[in-house]
């Protein structure tokens, strides 16, 4: 088992990245304190036609050139948490529990124009392997599968789809300051020379809100974390889930560790409350894509258009006194609309968290008393990841 990746080494031997944490006060003339200056910027792209304002998004960052260079790997961390029972007729990215795959398809494909010389698109999702061909454009046009190809038939690069449970050649130790002391990540995340998160919008019943830094928990090893009930349904419940914060602190070391260099959130179709459908064609009257070089800006600002109390979500909170990035609406650019015309009503997520006070159930081994209880037959309220 590494202890160290190559990206790592890249990374250090880069240098330190520009620090996002509190900015200098400063004073002006008389002495009183000057608004804070911008720290993070976030792009907000309206529109109906997801593959123009994917790539328009990536404009806003400056290109996807400003991000990746020739001759790197990127990986791409989509969310396809469902994607496995796409083959029983429901189709995930309708429904609004998945990330669609036009956004996914122009990224790649942007990634290779910048002479990305491989782009991987991975997921961990609820069981170890899935079919890519489910991943199904809106329009039913095409796939993930049939587009990693084209691509790969198209341009120098290859683009791989990947199965993180089936297809990591490796798992690689980050450390994290939960009672593990470390967790496994995939070799094909820990080795990339980028790595790009495209979750969906969405309300979560054990994390608040499911955005760019939960994304995470899918490059984990559902052999060593998850739990297998009867009807085979697969949960990383092995993971300390028993609240918000608990399971906030483990995928934000692994984010502290990987470094994430973009985050876009698909704000097309997702999911409020416990599991409700929301279309923002009727909410907004288009859909919406959020980018950010910072994960955690992008977070705090998805969440306020979610009509959330960031100081109240505890990802972002524990995000920002990490020093992952910027959570003060005051110091975030919103770029291209004003957050007070974006903001929905989006109902939040009535919290289930297993292990929690008064519940009881599968205690990990090795697990602190008062660590999570995994109470057999919860997850299946919780396909929605």
Request: proline share 5%; net charge negative; hydrophobic share 45%.
């Amino acid at each position: 088992m590494h202890r160290i990746t190559r990206r790592e080494l890249l990374r250090l031997g880069a240098g330190a990245a520009i620090a996002l944490g509190a900015p200098p006060i400063l004073t002006g003339c008389r002495g009183e304190e000057a608004a804070p200056k911008p720290t993070a910027r976030v792009a907000a792209i309206w529109g109906v036609d997801l593959y123009a304002m994917t790539r328009e998004a990536l404009e806003a960052v400056g290109g996807v050139q400003k991000i990746v260079n020739p001759g790197e790997t990127v990986f791409i961390k989509p969310n396809m948490t469902t994607l496995p029972w796409a083959n029983l007729g429901r189709n995930p990215f309708v429904i609004g529990e998945c990330t669609k795959p036009e956004i996914v398809i122009a990224v790649a494909e942007e990634c290779l124009r910048a002479g990305a010389a491989k782009v991987i698109v991975g997921d961990g999702s609820q069981m170890s392997r899935f079919d890519w061909g489910y991943a199904t454009s809106l329009d039913g046009s095409t796939n993930l599968a049939l587009e990693a190809e084209r691509l790969s038939r198209t341009y120098g690069g290859k683009v791989m789809l990947a199965c993180l449970d089936s297809d990591s050649p490796e798992w690689v130790e980050v450390p994290t300051s939960t009672y593990i002391g470390k967790v496994a990540i995939s070799s094909l995340v820990a080795g990339a020379d980028r790595v790009i998160s495209i979750p969906v919008m969405k309300t979560h019943q054990w994390a608040q809100v499911s955005l760019s830094l939960k994304n995470f928990v899918g490059v984990t090893p559902l052999e060593r974390y998850g739990w297998k009930g009867a009807d085979t349904m697969w949960s990383r419940a092995l993971l300390d889930h028993r609240s918000p914060e608990a399971i906030a602190q483990l995928y934000l070391d692994i984010v502290d560790a990987v470094k994430p260099d973009l985050a876009i959130i698909d704000a097309s179709i997702g999911l409020e409350g416990n599991g409700l459908t929301v279309d923002m064609k009727d909410r907004l009257g288009s859909w919406l894509l959020l980018v950010s070089t910072d994960l955690v800006a992008a977070d705090a600002t998805a969440a306020r258009i979610m009509s959330h109390d960031v100081a109240a979500v505890k990802q972002l909170s524990i995000a920002y006194e990490m020093g992952l990035g910027e959570i003060r609406e005051e110091s975030i650019e919103i770029v291209g609309e004003r957050l007070d015309d974006l903001r929905v009503e989006w109902l939040p997520a009535k919290l289930a968290n297993p292990g929690a006070p008064g519940g009881g159930g599968y205690h990990p081994a090795g697990a602190p008393s008062g660590a999570p209880a995994y109470v057999a037959g919860e997850h299946m309220a919780h396909r929605r990841g």
